[in-house]
């Protein structure tokens, strides 16, 4: 009787998909999730590129800065200092100026992430590269943005930094 119990094999078709089903189910729902990351990313990159254009189509005005006496007043100011005094002033006044530009476009960028599914809160500005607006150097505006999206797969969900970058040239008047 024992021999007869094992030789059967009625119903293992039904063990063999009770095996097999879970694993394609996690896989398609990995997909899935893949998916959702990819749209996320376009959706970020669309939102940085936009946030950037816009500033460059109206960065013109801020060129008007480089000949501001404020501007000249600093300038002469930190000259006059004592080299490493005068290096860690040109640290620190950088560091506030990207601190203050990230504040600026952060409202810009998370208006144009109201228009696509993200979650606006999720997103922070990780670096702004700022034109020189003397006249000798890089004419290209850009911010790298950073999105945390939570990706939901079988057995696990964590959180995954998206990162994007947008760069624009700006027109400062000066030879096209």
Known sequence: MA?????????????EAAIVM???ISLLLLFMSFAQSLA????MRHAAAETVKEVAAHAYVLTFIRDSALLNRITE??????????E??????????EEAWKAALLPLLRSHMERTSLNPSQVSIRSVAV?????????MFGIQ????????VPFFSRDVE?????YERIWTGEGG
């Open 131 to 139: 034109p020189d607006w003397q006249g000798s150097g890089s004419r």
């Open 3 to 15: 021999g007869k119990f094992w030789s059967r094999t009625d119903g293992s078709m039904t063990v």
């Open 145 to 152: 943005v950073v999105y945390t999206h939570r990706l939901h």
């Open 40 to 43: 996320a990313q376009l959706a």
């Open 77 to 86: 100011m930190t000259d006059s200092l004592p080299a490493p005094l005068r």
């Open 22 to 24: 879970p694993i394609v």
């Open 88 to 97: 860690l002033v040109h640290a620190q006044g950088e560091q506030w100026t």
């Open 162 to 166: 998206l990162n994007v970058q947008a």
